[in-house]
Structures are given as C-alpha cells and as structure tokens.
C-alpha cells in the first residue's frame, strides 16, 4: 500500500553563499549580530519590489526561518508573495549581487528588482 | 462692454455649473501616503506641497490604465479625486500594494458634494459667493473656504473652472450660473477633446496614447508600468492617439465603430456628439485635416481629423 506523503510546507531558504555575504555586510555596517529581514513593497516597473533590512528583532507575527546560522524574518503580507523563494547570490564581475528565485513571480521587471504575480 | 466668449458653438452661455458627485473622492492619511502612490503612479508625486495638486496615472503593469487620478495635497491629509465609478478599484489597488507603510484610506465621497463651475464669469461668481476662486491659477491649486469647503482649480481643457467639494447634501450655486446635466458636460468635454474614463481612459489604452503625457514623469525612477511606458516613450512605439473627428452636424458616430482610411484599420470611436467624436487614429494616419471612414448605420461617412496630441517638450 503506498502511503501519501504531506508536501513540506512551503518556506524561504536562503543559500550558504547568500547567508555568508550577509554576515560580511552585517560586519561592515557595525551589526555583527543582526538578522535579516525579508519583505516586499508595492511599486518598481513589475509591481512589487524586494526589500532587505538587517534588523535586531523580529515584529509580532513576523515568520522566523532560521537557515545557514542566518534567522531571516518576514512578514505575514509578504510572506503570501515569497513564499518557495530562495536567495542566493550571485558574485564575480558579472553578478548580480542577491538574487531572489521567486516561483510566485510571474514576471521581472528588466533589472530583476520587481516582480508582478 | 465687454462680452465674455459662448462657452463652446453647441450652447450659447458662457458659463455653467454641474454636479458631479458621482466621482470619487478619497481621503488618504499617513506618512507613507505620497511615498506609496508615487510607486504606483505616472507622475513625480514627490514634488507635491501642501496648497497644490497633480495629476497622475494609475498604471498596471503592462503600462494601463487603471484611472486618472488628481491628488490634492491638503497639508494633514491627501484627496484623491477619481473618475466616476473606479474609487472602489482604486482603493483596491492600493490596498494590495500596501504592505508596512503607514496609510489609511477612506471614501470621502458619503461626507461631500461635489460641483463644477465652468466659464470665466464662474470664478467671479465663485468669488463673489466667499469661495476666492480668482487667487487659484495653478492647475489643481486649491484653498479651504469656511473650514469646509474645499476650491480647485481645474480648467475643462482651455475653458477656465473651478470645482467645490463642500459636505454632503449642500447644493452650491452661484448667481447668474444655471446649472446643467451630463449631456451638456460630456459636449464640453468632447469638444474640448478631453479624455474620460471608461470611453478613452480604461485598461486596454496606455497614458501616451491618451494624450496624457504631460501627468507622465520620465525622470522620477520606478512606478508600476514605467518600464512599458518608457519604452514605448523612447522607442517611439506609440501605435495609436487620441484624436478629434468632425462630422456633419446630423450625424452622431457611434461608440466602437470602426474607422478606415483605403480599406485599412485606422482605429475606432470612444466617445461621441452629433457632429463630434473623440476616436483613437492609428499613428500612420494621423495628421490634422486628414480624412477617414467611419462605419455608420449600413454604410461609412466620412470625418476629418483635428489633432490633439500635446505638444512635444523641446
């Protein structure tokens, strides 16, 4: 008899590499102990835009994931629109910096900082 | 003695008045309000100061319209007047972008009234009633009279106006100013080539297309639909404007119908009076004087085209 597995609950990973450059920015802005927050604002050419914060706290409700020795907080709103996503970073000379690998994101605006659903 | 210019060839007063409360009316408050609707719009909100007024497009983004909105900046708070019938859509659409910003929204238009005095002899008339509408020349510049009663300016394209918002159930009037009915608005307005939503203005027309270049900052960064909408500006992608057709007095063009020049789509009617049309004309026939076909009852007459694209910035 096959047994029917749950399917894991959607989430917001973020990479190794991503969750290292993290730190180094955390280091450099004199917050060596801050999270990241995660969140999303209306506006940009696509609709939404992606938004990161080095925070202390999270806010009441804030989703708590904890990845890579890195806690990424994010808010239930935003939360709808990213959840799957993964950040990773892009490095070198041609990278992007952190790069968000939405599955909500129908399309990206032409820089990739905006998405539409 | 000096006699003031018959509002347009269709009336012979020079002046009018109209209530158009069935527009819309939103009173926006917060710290993020002007932030937020600077994201979601055309223009430079940014550059509003309290006592004045822009207008913007609300843009999807694929770069349509969602609705014109003009936003008045009243020092603690912002209103937003909407086309009729979209201030439940435009309240949606702002709610859907809001996600930690500080803004609350809340339809005004239950509390207010909502009149339109068109003609020059109207700001005297507004003026000599305590309404101080000869201090307002800026387009959307507005001043509070009596602590309640709120005067923009807001010309119908180049016929001086003024608008009064004053609390629900006051009926403002002015002495010598008989007030009219829709259809002697929508004549000005179509003569005066100005675009309305839904007939020019809904979701399946772009701002440049609708002649309101002039709301569009190109300079101001990121707003929903500004990639679409530079591009387009840029590439010079603009397949259709909006144009004026002239038709026998006798003839009323219908909505929708279709217009032609050699047996080639050139565009169809929006808005129509007996002798008048706004239409949107396919760029490659749109000249002033040209003439087109426009299907008509069981056959075609034929239009002449005035153009009302606004001129180009040097």
Redesign the interface.
Known sequence: MMQKTAPAPLTINISEEAASHVRVFAQQSGKPDSNLRVSVKGGGCAGMTYVLDLVDTPLEEDKVVEEHGMKLFVDRKSYIFLAGTILEYSGGLNGKGFVFNNPNAKTTCGCGTSFSV | MITKASLSPRLSTDTAAFDISDSGRLSVRGDDALD?LN??STNDLELLQPGGGMATVLTT?KGRIIDLLRVLHLGDRLLILTSPGTSDRVVEWID??????DITVADAAPDTSHFLFVGEGAGDALSEAGFGAWDLVEPLSHAIADGTHTIVRADLGSIPAWEVIAPHGQDIRADGIERHGANVLETLRIEQGVPAFPSELNDSRNPLEANLKPHINFNKG???????VARLNTYDRVQRFLCQLVVDDTITLDPGSALTVDGADAGEVASSIPGLALAYLRKRFYEDGARVQVQHADGSVQATVSDLRPPEDD
């Open positions: 937020l994201r979601l983004n859907f972008y809001t996600f930690a910003e990121c707003y929903i639909g500004q990639e679409v």
